[in-house]
């Protein structure tokens, strides 16, 4: 494991607390309207669902993660400006976080025309009784239009490393995951302490740092690298 990647764990999971509150509001009443409260056990229902959520959000960052990965072997000088446009995407998301600039919330319009067919293979899985169809449908669920899951996905896609950037996507998911698994009155809680402007803005500036940190290493780096030849 990488330093670089040590580093990014980090920013990953706190992407995904910053973004508890969009998911809730998008996706806290799924888990009611699929029945999973209903199921003989609930928690391990809510913990597979999840884990789908996370495989399929995994999976496109190997994907995207290894295609950026085969064009940088072929195109190395993209590789800086690559790292800077995952830097400069910390910084939107930290100004969303911050409720400053929601601009990134637009890009919930990509994912609508595929959303629609996806939706259409839920239906044969309710009821969900079985384990296995829980997962099928947190697999189904990973491809809701969310603009924070983009963007998250084009940052983590854009260190040109497939499997950093699963790791990356996974981190992410189980960052969003604790306040989604909470229910009732915890998730009311969650959804006031997310609307705080102390916490928001206390994300929103590690997310900032983590931004600026990431395009400035890149550049020192190149101008290192520069001065050595």
Not at 137 to 154: D, I, N
């Amino acid at each position: 494991m990488t330093a670089d990647l040590l580093l990014l764990i980090p920013a990953a999971l706190l992407l995904g607390l910053a973004a508890s509150g969009h998911c809730l509001v998008m996706c806290g009443g799924i888990a009611c309207a699929l029945g999973l409260q209903q199921h003989p056990r609930p928690v391990m229902a809510l913990a597979f669902y999840h884990v789908g959520r996370i495989t399929t959000y995994s999976c496109l960052a190997l994907l995207f993660g290894g295609a950026l990965q085969h064009t940088l072997h072929h195109y190395p000088l993209l590789a800086p400006w690559l790292r800077t446009a995952a830097g400069a995407l910390l910084i939107l998301m930290a100004l969303h976080v911050a409720q400053i600039w929601s601009g990134i919330l637009r890009l919930e319009a990509f994912g609508t025309r595929w959303w629609q067919p996806i939706q259409r293979l839920v239906k044969p899985l309710l009821p969900a009784r079985q384990l296995w169809q829980v997962f099928m449908l947190g697999m189904l669920w990973g491809w809701l239009p969310c603009a924070l899951v983009y963007s998250t996905l084009a940052w983590a896609a854009a260190q040109a490393n497939g499997m950093q950037a699963a790791i990356l996507m996974a981190s992410f998911g189980l960052g969003t995951t604790p306040a989604l698994m909470a229910g009732g009155v915890f998730a009311s809680q969650l959804q006031r302490l997310a609307q705080l402007r102390a916490w928001r803005y206390t994300l929103a500036a590690a997310l900032m740092l983590f931004g600026l940190w990431t395009i400035f290493s890149v550049w020192q780096h190149a101008g290192h690298h520069h001065a050595m030849h």
